[in-house]
């Protein structure tokens, strides 16, 4: 399939060939799709298409592609001053963008790091935790628990608190030990339950790992209710409250990787308001700009972060980013935050997940359909299919297939999810929901009986 631009096809060929892109098989995949604008929930191709981005482009955009007030914000800041180093200095647009953040997280998380994606977001927490307790004289506290299917980013730390993959398996000599536990996959239950009768029987190897090694653990990552790259497994609110009850019982960090669920996916502002839990630490990132410029943020307790300070100066937390609290990027995120005061943002979210529910319903007992998961903007079908996991033959079938019919969806292997931004028309989530259901004809040949 070429995607070249008619007027001069050998160009664009020729020119990617030096771009090296993320997650791309150069051998096998074809050549990229050449985007010239894009605007609410289209992307407009170079020769002439456009496309509905079913994905937010990777999770990132909230209000809609070039939304004019985001865009106004960066240029009048970029008129004004575009960077300076954050150390020692401080400016408007940082100090501004963490009060409107303050008002919208729980107080408890009151201090508030600025980096420049989600994997340096989580790098930070997972330094910070480790620090914490060298700093409280209790070093023998080092280590780290995380999730199985857990995704935290592709840095050397975030990689290795994300799950054993073929992502991580050429480094793993360079990933640090953490103990992995279950997640709540009620799909696929790690100990053989049923949601409808268990009593999430799946944290007792997290209440096991606590009770013998809890002096020796830092901290616990996770992705609170959604964990999205490995597989958009929604987990029930009570494994979360059991997670924060056992980290508080055991004295052990709780970080909330709220990098894809914050600013709205989940239904709230946050994953963790849904469970009423409050972490430690969080991580935010993608949505902090509403999709416009890279950015992070690490948010943690005035307990932790009173350690931090005294007359010694080992004491400092001896971490940043050239980039770090760029004032573009904050403006962007106060420019995003404005937004949600002045539009009807949870209104869309809750229009949202409301057609999702109901299209849901028209898949439900369909052969190639093994589970259906949905909360707030996210909605997922696993297929049922003979080669599951993320190598699944079917997932360029379908890539392609959904391309063809003007849209953006990138299945996770067998796991086909819609996650858009909040501007979708309803027309248009209607014709996404249409797409996929039409896709399940590819998908029967391989299915399986569940
Ligand atoms: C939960 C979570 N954490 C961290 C990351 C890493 O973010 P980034 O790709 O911006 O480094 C991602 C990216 O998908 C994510 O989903």
Same mark, same amino acid.
């Given at each position: 399939m070429s995607n070249n631009?008619?007027?001069?096809?050998?160009?664009?060929?020729? #020119?990617?060939?030096?771009?090296?892109?993320?997650?791309?098989?150069?051998?096998?995949?074809?050549?990229?799709?050449?985007?010239?604008?894009?605007q609410g929930a289209w992307l407009y191709t170079g020769d002439g298409r456009k496309l509905l981005d079913a994905i937010s482009s990777w999770w990132v955009n909230l209000h809609g592609h070039a939304h004019p007030v985001i865009a106004a914000a960066i240029a009048a800041q970029a008129?004004?001053? +575009?960077?300076?180093?954050?150390?020692?200095?401080?400016?408007?647009?940082?100090?501004?963008?963490?009060?409107?953040? #303050?008002?919208?997280?729980?107080? +408890?998380?009151?201090?508030?790091?600025?980096?420049?994606?989600?994997?340096?977001?989580?790098?930070?927490?997972? /330094?910070?935790?480790?620090?914490?307790?060298?700093?409280?004289?209790?070093? &023998? /506290?080092? #280590?780290?628990?995380?999730?199985?299917?857990?995704?935290?980013?592709?840095?050397?730390?975030?990689?290795?608190?994300?799950?054993?993959?073929? $992502?991580?398996?050429? $480094?793993? @000599?360079?990933?640090?030990?953490?103990?992995?536990?279950?997640?709540?996959?009620? $799909?696929?239950?790690?100990?053989? /339950?049923?949601?409808?009768?268990?009593?999430?029987?799946?944290? +007792?190897?997290?209440?096991?790992?606590?009770?013998?090694?809890?002096?020796?653990?830092?901290?616990?990552?996770?992705?609170?209710?959604?964990?999205g790259a490995g597989g958009m497994i929604v987990h029930p609110v009570e494994f979360l409250q059991r997670v924060r009850r056992l980290c508080s019982e055991y004295d052990v960090l709780l970080i909330a990787d709220e990098v894809l669920t914050g600013f709205g996916r989940t239904g709230r502002m946050f994953a963790c308001e849904l469970a009423a839990v409050v972490p430690d630490l969080m991580c935010l990132s993608k949505g902090l700009t509403g999709g416009f410029l890279p950015m992070g943020a690490t948010l943690c307790t005035g307990a932790i972060h009173e350690t931090f300070c005294g007359a010694d100066r080992g004491r400092t937390f001896f971490h940043g980013h050239s980039y770090t609290a760029n004032p573009l990027g904050c403006a962007a995120g106060i420019a995003s935050l404005e937004i949600f005061d002045t539009e009807p943002v949870f209104a869309r979210i809750a229009g949202i997940e409301k057609i999702h529910r109901e299209r849901a319903k028209a898949l439900e007992g369909h052969p190639a359909?093994? @589970?259906?998961? =949905? =909360?707030?903007?996210?909605?997922?079908?696993?297929?049922?299919?003979?080669?599951?996991?993320? $190598?699944?033959?079917?997932?360029?079938?379908?890539?392609?297939?959904?391309?063809? /019919?003007?849209?953006?969806?990138?299945?996770?292997?067998?796991?086909?999810?819609?996650?858009?931004?909040?501007?979708?028309?309803? @027309? &248009?989530?209607?014709?996404?929901?249409?797409?996929?259901?039409?896709?399940?004809?590819?998908?029967?040949?391989?299915?399986?009986?569940?």
């Open positions: 631009s008619s007027s001069a096809p050998d160009t664009l060929a020729e #020119r990617t060939l030096a771009l090296w892109h993320p997650f791309t098989q150069e051998a096998l995949d074809p050549q990229p799709i050449l985007i010239d604008r894009a008129r004004k001053l +575009e960077h300076v180093i954050f150390a020692g200095f401080t400016h408007e647009p940082a100090l501004e963008l963490a009060a409107r953040l #303050r008002r919208v997280l729980p107080p +408890e998380l009151a201090h508030i790091f600025f980096s420049d994606d989600g994997s340096t977001a989580v790098e930070v927490a997972l /330094k910070m935790a480790l620090q914490y307790w060298h700093n409280l004289g209790r070093p &023998e /506290k080092k #280590r780290l628990v995380a999730l199985e299917h857990a995704y935290h980013g592709d840095t050397v730390g975030a990689m290795s608190v994300g799950a054993d993959s073929a $992502f991580v398996a050429p $480094f793993q @000599d360079l990933r640090f030990p953490v103990w992995r536990v279950p997640s709540a996959y009620c $799909f696929r239950c790690p100990v053989g /339950k049923t949601r409808a009768t268990c009593d999430i029987e799946c944290v +007792e190897p997290l209440a096991r790992l606590l009770e013998e090694h809890h002096r020796e653990i830092a901290a616990l990552i996770v992705e609170p209710l959604l964990q359909v093994g @589970d259906i998961r =949905i =909360i707030g903007t996210m909605m997922a079908v696993e297929l049922a299919v003979d080669d599951p996991g993320y $190598f699944s033959h079917l997932r360029p079938l379908l890539y392609h297939f959904y391309i063809e /019919k003007g849209v953006l969806l990138r299945p996770l292997g067998n796991v086909v999810y819609v996650l858009p931004p909040y501007v979708i028309s309803e @027309d &248009e989530l209607n014709y996404v929901h249409y797409v996929i259901a039409d896709s399940l004809n590819l998908v029967l040949p391989h299915a399986t009986a569940g």
